[in-house]
């Protein structure tokens, strides 16, 4: 729950806000303590008020045979 928290105190986060990359950023920490690699995908998004650039973050686990 504090995570949660911690993300509704950065208010909204609209793509391309200075929230928005903050809780990116955060997130792919967060995911490069845990995962093997962590990739970023980006890619662009219209928006009413212009494009922007969104990223998902993936994290890539080894898996087993």
Not at 16 to 28: C, Q
Not at 32 to 45: I, T
Request: net charge positive; aromatic share 4%; with cysteine.
């Amino acid at each position: 729950m504090a995570s949660v928290r911690w993300q509704v105190s950065l208010g909204p986060r609209v793509p391309g806000s200075p929230a928005h990359r903050r809780l990116a950023d955060e997130l792919d920490r967060a995911l490069e303590r845990h995962a093997a690699r962590v990739v970023r995908h980006q890619f662009p998004v219209r928006l009413p008020q212009g494009e922007v650039v969104c990223t998902n973050l993936i994290g890539q686990f080894p898996g087993r045979l």
